[in-house]
């Protein structure tokens, strides 16, 4: 590969085609759809390779994503971020060019904003239930009242209930296997229990949506589930990797980056990607292994066992062994080396640069434009 | 104002004016050049306004911001990272083209590599040596043998040995006036002795450049520098706050948002800023006052107290009464609500937006463009 300029973001383009193998091969043999999230990579060519592996469908956190790949090709788009009456008329447009966009609700408020609009607009939207069970964030719960009255309000006010969705995202601060095991088997028989209450209620509930990184690698069984949703694991990273779900050598993206300095008493190399490359992310500051803002490698991502970022500031990354001072830093990694180092968390990493440069088996590098912004 | 998408970066441009004001006649007062830091907006009508009011010239953190404010017409530019080799015929195009670009080091090897590279193409680089009077990352110290070895190898290689600059970022860590004033001299002190140690074996040093925002509004004395950068003060955040620099009342850059759930049991309202709006930046978490992901505000910007985001995803805000559980928390803030959030750090927050909406004292609004990327 040549030397680009850095700091630049790396896709490892054969742990990103093995990443989506592994998941869509275990999808095909649960036998659910797969649809997969493209907020991770926001980049046309990563979900191209995912369609091409099987996925049907894409998950969007932004409606701007939602444009993006209507406008590339992906016409059935499960926008999965609580839907407000101000947002409607961009959902509107999508789907009067003809995109299959779903939307999502959590509350009988928003429900009846979504269908009144639709009878203003002669548009029959098709809105999901959003479904709380692992209590970390939105969603209704499956056994309450509140989600036969979302139901009905999309029901009575001419929406077409598409179904109920789920995302246990609490699966990312668990790490042993019989954890993540559990929690996908609570995050499944919540969503098909409120799919079950709806149907009993004489209401559609078509969709059966989970899913995460973690929980989707891990359940045993996804009986009434009809589609699962997965994000980060893609490129996979090293709260991933902590979590147990991959390997280090698992994790397709990494910034490239080069020594520019050397404090060499406190054992610090200084490189070119801070936290503006690294983005702020310290998630795994609270895990069982702490990486500080990423793990080491060496250009072509080989691992350096014991070398982190130990911190950073905008512009400059500070390497150092973690627990130990290595005075003989400077000779190690003299000024102009450079390096790779694997993320935290890809979503926030990937967020900081315009493009990846997409490095196949050969060495030979293409530059995949991502895209940012609402 | 019109209520715009959301999430949006809005800045209150009378507020960014105030604070632009304020530096500026400090400066002057201080009979200093001032040479702010444009990492921070990204933004040329926010550049603009620090040269209306008086700034020669500015500090960049990438040649990609050189590369763009040169081209929309400031040509006094100095590059305050450490420089490297494979950046050099960037600059040396940049240089070509007109602009007076000046390079940083803090080592012989790579002041020797700029020397080289300068005298294979016929240019005279201008380079000023980092110099560590905090002890926080880059930088020689200013009674090393080090700092007059790059100093004599700059000169000696046919560099303009253009100065010593220094950042006393370690300011950010400290909240007491007193505390501040003495990194204030901490930092004049230690940058203008390399000066002199330079100037004594009979090298040049004409620049004596210091600064970060806590120490630029907490120096008594600038004896003997030249010049003075800082970036963050044109917004201020959470964390100047903290540090004492400034009032949540002169807080610039908001994060305009929208409430689009409820989990009313827990207190918690969730809205459309997380952390790909507001950044994964938690820096008051170390800080005396922990504002979360943010300082929750009316759409106007008029603080409420007590109300932060307390945690954050991907694309969700969890908003919630810090230390309590409001259950009047819908009721309070209603599906739909437009608020704006004051962010930990403005340059981590800036970066997360392809525009600002700077909104004036009469409500309208322009959209500014900012850029990313190296």
């Not at 300029?5 to 896709?11: G, R, S, Y």
């Not at 993006?68 to 839907?83: K, N, P, Q, S, T």
Request: charged share 20%.
């Amino acid at each position: 590969m040549q030397t680009p300029a850095t700091p630049a973001a790396v896709i490892h383009l054969g742990r990103m085609q093995r990443n989506i193998e592994r998941m869509q091969s275990r999808m095909d043999a649960l036998g659910v759809k797969f649809r997969p999230h493209v907020k991770t990579a926001k980049c046309l060519p990563v979900a191209r390779a995912q369609r091409a592996a099987g996925a049907q469908g894409i998950t969007v956190s932004t409606l701007k994503e939602a444009s993006e790949f209507f406008a590339a090709g992906f016409d059935d788009i499960l926008y999965a971020v609580g839907m407000v009456a101000p947002k409607l008329p961009q959902a509107l447009a999508l789907r009067r060019q003809g995109c299959r966009l779903q939307l999502l609700v959590d509350s009988a408020d928003a429900a009846r904003a979504i269908a009144a609009f639709g009878r203003e607009h002669g548009e029959r939207f098709e809105v999901l239930i959003e479904v709380d069970t692992d209590g970390h964030r939105a969603g209704v719960q499956p056994e309450s009242d509140t989600l036969l009255e979302v139901g009905r309000a999309l029901a009575d006010g001419g929406c077409a209930l598409a179904g109920v969705m789920t995302h246990a995202g609490a699966s990312y601060e668990l790490d042993t296997p019989e954890a993540l095991e559990a929690m996908a088997e609570q995050e499944r028989a919540g969503c098909v229990r409120a799919a079950e209450r709806l149907r009993a209620a004489g209401l559609p509930c078509p969709i059966v949506s989970v899913g995460s990184t973690p929980t989707a690698l891990s359940a045993r069984s996804l009986a009434g589930v009809t589609e699962v949703r997965a994000g980060v694991y893609v490129f996979f990273d090293l709260v991933m990797a902590n979590v147990g779900v991959c390997t280090l050598d698992d994790i397709a993206l990494g910034v490239l980056t080069t020594v520019i300095g050397h404090q060499p008493d406190k054992g610090w190399a200084i490189v070119d990607a801070g936290w503006m490359a690294m983005s702020r992310d310290r998630g795994t500051g609270s895990q069982k292994h702490d990486y500080g803002y990423g793990q080491v490698c060496d250009a072509d991502g080989r691992v350096l066992e014991g070398y982190v970022l130990s911190d950073a500031n905008q512009e400059h990354g500070i390497l150092s062994r973690a627990g130990a001072v290595d005075t003989g830093i400077a000779q190690k990694f003299p000024v102009g080396t450079q390096l790779r180092i694997l993320p935290n968390h890809a979503c926030a990493t990937g967020a900081q640069f315009p493009e990846y440069l997409a490095v196949a088996g050969d060495g030979s590098v293409e530059a995949w434009p991502r895209f940012y912004g609402w």
